[in-house]
């Protein structure tokens, strides 16, 4: 999927400094939210652009940005 790639390019680029997992967690996390409901992933999703998103790797204390 062409977007998937531009997701992925736009993580790296906007946080080279967290782990390359943490980077594709996050954009996993954005392709894939697995949130039942079209608001609650709306909301979720909003969320995730203002806060970014939480990454569970120990490396990082800040969660990626999404964009």
Same mark, same amino acid.
Do not use: F, Y
């Given at each position: 999927m062409a977007l =998937?790639? %531009?997701l992925r390019d736009a993580i790296r680029r906007l946080n080279p400094h967290i782990p390359v997992g943490a980077q594709d967690? =996050?954009? %996993?996390m954005v392709l894939n939210p697995n949130i039942p409901g079209q608001v609650q992933a709306n909301r979720q999703m909003h969320r995730?652009?203002?806060e970014g998103v939480p990454s569970s790797t120990?490396?990082?204390a800040r969660p990626a940005a999404t964009g």
């Amino acid at each position: 999927m062409a977007l =998937a790639h %531009r997701l992925r390019d736009a993580i790296r680029r906007l946080n080279p400094h967290i782990p390359v997992g943490a980077q594709d967690e =996050a954009c %996993r996390m954005v392709l894939n939210p697995n949130i039942p409901g079209q608001v609650q992933a709306n909301r979720q999703m909003h969320r995730w652009l203002v806060e970014g998103v939480p990454s569970s790797t120990r490396e990082t204390a800040r969660p990626a940005a999404t964009g």
